[in-house]
């Protein structure tokens, strides 16, 4: 036996050598053939898989028939004969045994496993059949057209271990299939060389794979939100038109990908690609001036990106040299691109074409044949696109597309095949991240059904569009659907800190960000083959092509409705209408969010929204990742994070932030938190170093720290904090009275008006609640006896019109947060609110909060008119929509769309109703009643709404509204 610093080798009694290498301390590398010489694979001489620099240290031990080999973490037992071996930990638990000697035959190799009675498996990429569970099954690990795109020859074990095997030929792995207590591993490779890893559950096994197979590389930032494939044909107008439309209707995006057919040859595999003269002239023409202006640079003023469609290649990328570093890329392939690069490009999107190349059976200068190389070709093409990107920009690249294998994730996104079926494309996507693959995607092919957009904006990257599918645009959707595609959007967008510290995870650990349910929740028999949900980073509970869900142990809140349900059960999740499918936060989280945003980088993260859904059984916990979104920065280090913690009990709610750690270029200076906590009651006080801070309205909460506003029906408390830069900071929500810690407790009253008090407020939620619920009589009868219960001492001194306002402010808020303004609901019944004080009775003032209710309740938004189809309003009122306190008269708004003021003018008419003068004045002049009712001056409410005299703005507001502006006030 040969014992050095990185191997033990030995020959077995049965014929054969086998080398040992200890990679760390849970990794072992096992090695197997009939010469005794073991030249590295390609998998690391191209620099995909990655050996220790310092391999763990281990003891030998030299038995009868058998050698032991020990570690700290880990000990070997070999069978001197033939090679049959058992492998554990550190505290002698076998993990697993071998059921047969290793074999080596003219066929190729062949290993054999025993199983346990319970034992799972998970792995393979999207090899075999859709299920997660692959137990029972024979999987054939190959990269084929139709087949399979992102195989990888991977498996974890519930039993703690897990295997990879070394190799790029194909390889067949029988789990249990034709002998259930066996598994079977054979190639046709005249080596067998594998890694062996265990770990004290799925995560554990993934960061031990991913330290061998490669770290997954971050995106870049902007990479995380909307991806667009535009159609073909393609050219520089229908690319800025299908940009541009994004920005229209108000729908962020961040990526555009240019269609195939940019190139002048047409399916150009080459390495002389060019643009094509015709339809991209400012790129293809040899004057730099020309080129300088090219559509690309005017749409990344609006804030997007560009990537390129790359069919193949006919270029043998195996000529680039055998080493760690992989191929320069000045000599490389992606030599040609560079040019592009230099023209604005920040993406490419590989095609699956490379398959054929390989099957073109071409003679390959490293003298690999096309079935050994047909795994590798992928890795080699996306090592050398990223390798050159990142050298020649110092940027992140950004790679996908639907070819992968073992270490993909170091260079490239993977776009999970398409069907269509949905729900197999979300189980192979699943299978992908139980794979070491963290940024795996599903296309958007079902954008037309609300879940198909449920399900493409919440994984781990979104991208849309097809081809050959001109129409598959937001722009042309329903209005209905356009609103909820519009809805998910946002959503994902203003998730990103949440998604993106997840990607950091990723990066660090090979956890993937979308998670699947075995691999979260291992003990729970339940989730073993659950492969329509999944968990989105930590705490979010996707469940996608189903209204039912399985709520694991554990308490949890659903995100669309706030209602609250004990684990352990499933779920059905009725009335969806407004929504494509189920979603679930985990008690005790906490989300980070942003404002609204067009494209990622338009707002610098100076304010973060952070919303709580408190536990008592569950402390919150959250670590927000920060860095320039864009440069290699961040694997030296220059990476901002904020700790942020959550302890709940049956009195208290404590939320303390950590200190901002570390720095990045661009990180902004001072930090600002939104806290939106999700809380069944009300707190009766909130402190924080030893201040307690006051309530206020709504409309006094001006973002400054000191004051909280509790709202009733969203259940949730608002306030502010601002960042400290010297300590933690503290903040503490008191559901119950602590006297001895509030140094400010008022008196207790000599009569009853506390408990007047605490009845009033019980009222106002029956009133609420029966409004919610849509129940005129019983709305009808708590207004009644909520006016009888607190108003009759008012009433009986003249003073019962106030309490009349509040109960009014209360229905034209409830009609506000559905998104309506008071005009539309109540129309001329407001008008008695501005002339209270001619109204004669208490009776006249309770008749009009019940006419309130009426017409709350039976509004119907729908009646409102359409949205206008023709281009030219929808763009019209856009622009209105933005800058209502700008320039609209109808000329100048004419000639920024490029029609003739007469034709706009008529279209007006025809589509929205009224003139254009007229709907200009009630936009303005709701607007403005809205500024008046938000404590707006009355000088402000004119410079907001575009009137640049005061006088005619009070003289307008007054015979639009019967009333001045200063008297709403």
Not at 91 to 96: A, G, H, Y
Not at 184 to 207: A, C, K, M, R
Not at 647 to 667: F, K, L, N, S
Not at 857 to 866: D, F, I, S, T
Request: with cysteine.
């Amino acid at each position: 036996m040969s014992d050095d610093r990185n191997h033990i080798q030995f020959p077995l009694d049965d014929g054969g050598w086998i080398r040992i290498t200890p990679v760390g301390p849970q990794t072992l590398r096992i090695r197997f053939n009939n010469a005794g010489e073991f030249a590295e694979p390609p998998l690391i001489r191209y620099g995909i898989l990655s050996n220790p620099e310092s391999p763990a240290s281990w003891s030998t031990k030299d038995t009868v028939g058998q050698y032991i080999f020990r570690s700290g973490q880990t000990f070997l037992e070999v069978s001197k004969v033939n090679g049959r071996f058992a492998w554990g930990d550190g505290e002698n638990r076998e993990r697993i045994r071998t059921s047969g000697g290793l074999q080596i035959t003219p066929d190729g190799f062949q290993i054999r496993f025993g199983l346990r009675e319970s034992e799972k498996f998970y792995g393979f990429g999207d090899a075999g059949q859709p299920s997660l569970q692959r137990r029972g099954s024979a999987v054939s690990v190959q990269m084929r057209v139709k087949h399979s795109f992102a195989p990888v020859p991977f498996l974890m074990s519930s039993e703690g271990w897990a295997l990879l095997l070394n190799t790029t030929w194909d390889t067949t792995f029988d789990v249990g299939s034709s002998n259930e207590n066996e598994m079977v591993v054979t190639g046709s490779q005249q080596l067998l060389d594998f890694y062996l890893f265990h770990g004290g559950n799925y995560p554990e096994l993934l960061d031990h794979y991913t330290d061998v197979s490669g770290k997954p590389a971050l995106l870049p930032v902007w990479a995380y939100g909307l991806t667009f494939l535009t159609s073909k044909p393609s050219n520089e107008h229908n690319v800025t038109e299908a940009a541009l439309k994004f920005r229209q209707l108000g729908i962020p995006c961040d990526l555009i990908d240019i269609a195939p057919d940019w190139t002048e040859r047409e399916g150009d595999r080459s390495d002389e690609k060019r643009w094509h003269p015709e339809r991209y002239p400012t790129l293809a023409s040899a004057d730099p001036r020309q080129r300088r202006f090219s559509f690309i640079h005017t749409l990344r003023k609006h804030g997007f990106k560009l990537s390129l469609y790359l069919l193949g290649c006919d270029s043998d990328l195996t000529a680039g040299g055998e080493h760690s570093s992989g191929a320069n890329a000045d000599d490389s392939w992606y030599a040609h691109l560079r040019k592009f690069v230099d023209d604005g490009i920040s993406a490419f999107v590989l095609s699956r074409g490379i398959l054929s190349d390989v099957e073109a059976g071409r003679t390959w200068s490293n003298g690999m044949s096309s079935d050994e190389l047909r795994n590798l070709l992928p890795l080699l093409l996306g090592k050398q696109i990223y390798d050159g990107f990142r050298t020649q920009t110092g940027k992140r690249p950004m790679l996908f597309g639907p070819l992968g294998y073992t270490g993909i994730q170091q260079f490239t996104a993977i776009a999970s095949r398409d069907s269509a079926n949905g729900a197999l494309e979300t189980t192979y996507m699943l299978n992908c991240c139980l794979s070491g693959f963290i940024h795996t995607s599903t296309n958007m092919p079902e954008m037309f059904t609300p879940e198909g957009i449920h399900a493409g904006f919440l994984q781990a990257w979104s991208r849309l569009g097809r081809v050959s599918v001109h129409l598959h645009h937001p722009a042309f959707l329903v209005d209905s659907m356009q609103k909820l595609f519009t809805k998910y959007a946002r959503l994902r967008y203003s998730l990103m800190p949440y998604l993106y510290s997840a990607a950091h995870v990723a990066a660090c650990t090979g956890l993937p960000i979308v998670r699947p349910m075995p691999l979260m929740f291992q003990h729970d028999p339940v989730c073993d083959e659950l492969s329509q949900q999944y968990m989105l980073g930590d705490s979010l509970l996707v469940a996608v092509y189903t209204n039912k869900v399985y709520l694991p142990e554990g308490s949890w809140i659903n995100y669309w409705t706030g209602e609250h349900h004990e684990g352990g059960t499933w779920l059905t999740c009725e009335n969806l209408e407004d929504v494509g499918g189920p979603l679930f936060v985990r008690g005790g989280s906490i989300i980070p969010q942003l404002p609204h945003m067009d494209y990622i980088g338009q707002l610098k993260a100076e304010r973060i929204i952070l919303h709580l859904y408190p536990c008592s059984r569950k402390s919150g916990e959250f670590t927000l990742y920060e860095d320039d979104g864009e440069t290699m920065c961040y694997l030296d280090g220059q990476i901002a994070v904020t700790s942020i913690f959550c302890e709940t009990d049956e009195t208290r709610t404590t939320v303390r932030i950590a200190r901002r750690c570390g720095t990045y270029e661009g990180m902004p200076f001072r930090r600002h938190y939104e806290f939106i906590v999700h809380a069944k009651t009300k707190p009766v006080a909130i402190t924080s170093e030893g201040r307690r801070w006051a309530e206020r309205p709504r409309r006094s909460m001006t973002g400054a720290p000191g004051n909280w506003y509790y709202d009733r029906l969203a259940s949730t408390v608002l306030l502010y904090a601002e960042e400290s830069t010297a300590s933690d900071q503290e903040i503490r929500i008191d559901f119950t009275w602590h006297p001895q810690e509030d140094t400010r407790t008022p008196e207790p009253s000599r009569d009853s008006s506390l408990s007047e008090s605490v009845k009033q407020i019980h009222y106002d939620e029956v009133v609420v609640a029966a409004l919610e619920l849509g129940d005129l009589s019983g709305a009808e009868r708590a207004i009644k006896a909520w006016w009888k219960a607190g108003f009759n001492e008012a009433a009986a001194d003249g003073d019962w019109r106030l309490p009349l306002l509040k109960g009014s402010m209360l229905m034209i808020r409830l009609a506000e947060k559905r998104g309506w303004t008071a005009h539309e609901v109540f129309g001329v019944n407001l008008e008695a609110l501005y002339t209270i004080k001619d109204m004669p009775s208490s009776a006249q003032g309770v008749n009009l909060l019940l006419q309130f209710a009426r017409q709350l309740l039976q509004y119907n938004p729908n009646k409102q008119p359409e949205t206008p189809l023709h281009p030219a309003v929808r763009e019209a009122l856009d622009i209105i929509k933005r800058e209502i306190d700008g320039d609209l008269s109808l000329q100048r708004l004419a000639g920024r769309i490029g029609v003739h003021p007469f034709h706009l003018s008529r279209l007006f008419k025809q589509e929205i109703g009224s003139t254009f003068s007229d709907y200009i004045l009630q936009q303005r002049m709701n607007d403005a009643k809205k500024w008046i009712e938000s404590g707006k001056r009355v000088y402000e409410a004119a410079e907001l709404t575009g009137f640049k005299d005061v006088k005619y703005f009070s003289r307008a507001f007054r015979k639009y509204w019967g009333v001045p502006p200063k008297t709403l006030r």
